[in-house]
């Protein structure tokens, strides 16, 4: 447990960032589940994934490449299916 006080308060900050960040990467980690599965149409959830992947390079959660990344690899998956 840190001592100094700046250091308190970054730990209670890191704590914050990390939860809001696995917000982000959790969202797109479920639709990506749900394309695989093949649940709902899979329009929505192409449109619905990529949406979330770029709210999360916008948010600089995720890199912008890695972003891309995973987006190619779904569409390279669907037109596979």
């Known amino acids: 447990m840190?001592?100094?006080a700046s250091a308190?308060?970054?730990?209670?900050?890191?704590?914050?960032?990390?939860?809001?960040n696995l917000k982000y990467i959790s969202n797109y980690k479920e639709t990506l589940?749900?394309?695989?599965?093949?649940?709902k149409s899979v329009g929505d959830l192409i449109s619905k994934y990529y949406s979330q992947v770029?709210?999360?390079v916008k948010e600089n959660i995720i890199h912008k490449n890695?972003?891309?990344?995973?987006k190619s690899k779904v569409g390279k998956f669907v037109t596979k299916k």
């Open 2 to 4: 840190p001592i100094i």
């Open 33 to 39: 589940k749900m394309l695989k599965k093949g649940g």
């Open 66 to 70: 890695k972003g891309k990344r995973l």
């Open 8 to 20: 308190k308060k970054k730990m209670r900050k890191d704590k914050k960032r990390t939860a809001k």
């Open 54 to 56: 770029d709210k999360a």
